[in-house]
């Protein structure tokens, strides 16, 4: 017990904690946020905490998908097709990284596709904000079982299990959004379910394989999964309360300012040196930048939707998509 209780436990079980919380409030993966949160920290190389965080979502995402499955609402056709794509490339990935990296360089190698993962999970998430938005503005048809496309939902689902079982980034923004592109009639009580059943078996099948090639580190496991069960709890209890447009636009912010810093740290050519040569003021400039560039460019898009630049439909309420309720075509408050 004394050596699962370092230094580093009680930092890690905050993280934990906290991002917990965040996934809890807004039903984002964990990963986009644990994974760097870990790193920076500095308990462990990549690999070790890509592994633990790959198994503690194993242990949480269980919970949620089992509710929705409960509830009916997840597209079990939808689910299997992506579940046949993800998981044979989640058991591959790291394994492709291992035999292609020099062990000497696989924790620079991991920390760049994480940092390029956080990127594109940024960009995911704001044009699934954008796609939502348009689907509010113009209306939209529920189609709550569509015509399954076998071969596109299975390379969605064989690209998004890459990405899982490398940085353990992207269970639910890439696949999500490609989703949301495949089957825009999906409603997004069963987009979300949908995505959390298949997520279950990815994750696993990514942390069986990371687990089989760099062990478990269970300091790092025990804390985090301590942390982040009762965080994503409570967030899930105070989420009603809480200003969902703020935290999402914040979210966006953060993974770029985390993808932006990891790319450095790992020494990439046109940021930095790596670890010996990082550049803080360059990731704080980035964070401010978007903090301003953001709302702006989301007003800008709102007007050329034909809303005013703030106000309702707000992100909040795009997430839920609540003008698909009923299942029927709805126009939002203000169209002609």
Same mark, same amino acid.
């Given at each position: 017990?004394?050596d699962?209780?370092?230094?580093s436990?009680?930092?890690i079980?905050?993280?934990?904690?906290?991002?917990g919380?965040v996934?809890?409030?807004?039903?984002?993966?964990?990963g986009?946020?644990?994974t760097p949160?870990?790193i920076f920290l500095?308990?462990g190389d990549?690999?070790t905490?890509?592994?633990?965080d790959?198994?503690a979502a194993?242990?949480?995402?269980?919970?949620g998908a089992?509710?929705?499955?409960?509830?009916?609402?997840?597209?079990?056709?939808l689910?299997k097709?992506?579940i046949?794509?993800?998981v044979?490339?989640?058991?591959?990935?790291p394994?492709?990284?291992?035999?292609f990296?020099?062990?000497?360089?696989l924790?620079?190698t991991?920390k760049?596709?994480?940092?390029?993962?956080?990127?594109l999970?940024?960009?995911t998430?704001?044009?699934?904000?954008?796609?939502n938005?348009?689907r509010v503005?113009r209306?939209h048809?529920?189609?709550?079982?569509p015509r399954?496309?076998?071969?596109p939902?299975? @390379? $969605?689902g064989?690209?998004?299990?890459?990405?899982? /079982?490398?940085t353990?980034v !992207? #269970?639910?923004? =890439?696949?999500?959004?490609a989703?949301l592109?495949?089957?825009?009639g999906?409603a997004?009580?069963?987009l979300v379910g949908t995505?959390?059943?298949?997520?279950?078996p990815?994750?696993?099948?990514?942390?069986?394989?990371n687990?089989?090639?760099?062990?478990?580190?269970?300091?790092l496991?025990?804390?985090?999964?301590?942390?982040s069960?009762?965080?994503?709890?409570?967030?899930?209890?105070?989420a009603?309360r809480?200003p969902?447009?703020?935290?999402r636009?914040?979210?966006?912010?953060?993974?770029?300012?985390?993808?932006?810093?990891?790319l450095d740290?790992a020494g990439?050519?046109?940021l930095?040196?790596?670890?010996?040569?990082?550049?803080p003021?360059?990731?704080?400039?980035v964070?401010?930048?978007m903090?301003?560039?953001?709302? @702006? $460019?989301?007003?800008v898009l709102?007007?050329?939707? /034909?809303?005013?630049?703030? !106000? #309702?439909?707000t =992100?909040a309420?795009?997430?839920r998509?609540?003008?698909s309720?009923g299942?029927?075509r709805?126009?939002p408050?203000g169209?002609?």
């Open positions: 017990m004394q699962l209780i370092n230094d436990f009680f930092s079980l905050a993280a934990g904690f906290f991002v919380v996934v809890g409030l807004t039903g984002m993966g964990g986009a946020l644990m949160a870990l500095g308990v990549a690999a905490v890509v592994t633990a790959l198994t194993a242990v949480y995402k269980t919970g089992l509710v929705h499955r409960r509830e009916g609402s997840p597209n079990m056709q689910a097709w992506l046949l794509g993800s044979p490339m989640a058991l591959l990935g394994h492709l990284v291992d035999w990296t020099d062990p000497a360089d924790d620079s991991l760049l596709c994480i940092g390029f993962a956080l990127l999970a940024a960009a998430y704001a044009l699934r904000l954008y796609i938005l348009r503005r209306g048809e529920v189609d709550d079982n399954i496309r076998p071969l939902t299975l @390379l $969605v064989a690209l998004g299990g890459l990405l899982v /079982g490398i353990s !992207g #269970s639910g923004s =890439v696949i999500m959004i989703l592109m495949l089957y825009p999906l997004a009580v069963r995505d959390l059943v298949q997520a279950v990815l994750v696993l099948a990514a942390a069986i394989s687990i089989a090639l760099h062990g478990l580190d269970w300091s496991l025990i804390p985090l999964v301590i942390g069960v009762p965080g994503t709890l409570i967030g899930s209890k105070i009603p809480v969902q447009s703020v935290i636009r914040g979210i966006v912010i953060v993974l770029t300012m985390s993808g932006v810093a990891l740290k990439w050519a046109p930095g040196a790596g670890d010996d040569d990082t550049h003021m360059l990731v704080a400039g964070g401010l930048l903090l301003v560039v953001v709302p @702006l $460019v989301w007003g709102r007007k050329q939707q /034909g809303l005013p630049m703030f !106000g #309702s439909p =992100v309420e795009l997430e998509d609540p003008y309720a299942h029927e709805h126009t408050h169209s002609p």
